[in-house]
Each structure stands twice: as structure tokens, then as C-alpha cells.
């Protein structure tokens, strides 16, 4: 089951939107095209399809404040994420072997076009 908010071609798969500071982040599609929300913004009324998720790290192409208060970025882990850039392409990324484990500051400055 997911852990949040979760909508596929307009129907509800899970209707909880979740409240810890670490699902701050929700996908959504409107119209065929994709951006990156704060929860507190979302409204499922006005999405085709939705994914909550977080933390939310980065928004309008900076670094979301306070996020290093919430999780040690500098710890090395495997990391999945998905991004939207400037031009709306979607991006979805995981790491993998052999740079399967790695830090935050590691991954942006490994992103190219995306804005720390």
C-alpha cells in the first residue's frame, strides 16, 4: 500500500495524504504535463494523476530551506527521485552500481542540468 497519496488515471488508489515533514513533495500531472508540489498546495481535485513522496529537496531550482535539519544528506545511500526541469521534461533517476551508494551534495553535482 502506499505510504501517501497516490492517484492513477484519475482514480484514488490511496486517498491519505500523509503529514510528516518527509512526504513534503507530491508529483502531479494536470493535462499531460508534470510539476513538483508542496503538499500543502495540493489539491486532487485538479490533478489526472498524483504521487506523494519526499522530501521535496529542491524548489524553483533552489534548495528547499531546512531540509538538512530533517535527514543526513551526507550519509551515502542508494537514491531514487524524480525531478521536472526548466523545459517541463520529467525526469526519473536511481542510482546504481558502481555509484550505487551516494551522498546528496554527490548526486546534485552529478544532476547536469538541474540547479542546485
Given at each position: 500500500?502506499?505510504?501517501?497519496y497516490?492517484?492513477?488515471?484519475?482514480?484514488e488508489i490511496n486517498?491519505?495524504?500523509?503529514?510528516?515533514?518527509i512526504?513534503?513533495g507530491?508529483?502531479?500531472?494536470?493535462?499531460?504535463?508534470?510539476k513538483?508540489?508542496?503538499?500543502?498546495h495540493?489539491?486532487p481535485?485538479?490533478?489526472d494523476e498524483?504521487?506523494?513522496?519526499?522530501?521535496r529537496?529542491?524548489?524553483?531550482g533552489l534548495c528547499?530551506?531546512?531540509?538538512?535539519n530533517?535527514?543526513?544528506?551526507?550519509?551515502k545511500?542508494r537514491?531514487s527521485g524524480i525531478?521536472?526541469?526548466r523545459?517541463?521534461?520529467?525526469?526519473?533517476?536511481v542510482?546504481s552500481?558502481?555509484?550505487?551508494?551516494m551522498?546528496?551534495?554527490?548526486?546534485?553535482r552529478?544532476?547536469?542540468?538541474?540547479?542546485?
Amino acid at each position: 500500500k502506499p505510504l501517501g497519496y497516490l492517484k492513477v488515471r484519475g482514480h484514488e488508489i490511496n486517498d491519505y495524504i500523509a503529514t510528516p515533514l518527509i512526504y513534503s513533495g507530491i508529483f502531479v500531472i494536470r493535462s499531460g504535463k508534470g510539476k513538483i508540489i508542496h503538499r500543502d498546495h495540493f489539491d486532487p481535485l485538479t490533478c489526472d494523476e498524483a504521487l506523494q513522496a519526499g522530501p521535496r529537496l529542491i524548489a524553483n531550482g533552489l534548495c528547499t530551506q531546512g531540509i538538512q535539519n530533517m535527514i543526513d544528506f551526507r550519509e551515502k545511500a542508494r537514491r531514487s527521485g524524480i525531478a521536472v526541469d526548466r523545459k517541463g521534461r520529467i525526469v526519473l533517476f536511481v542510482t546504481s552500481p558502481p555509484s550505487a551508494e551516494m551522498s546528496w551534495s554527490q548526486l546534485s553535482r552529478s544532476s547536469g542540468g538541474f540547479r542546485r
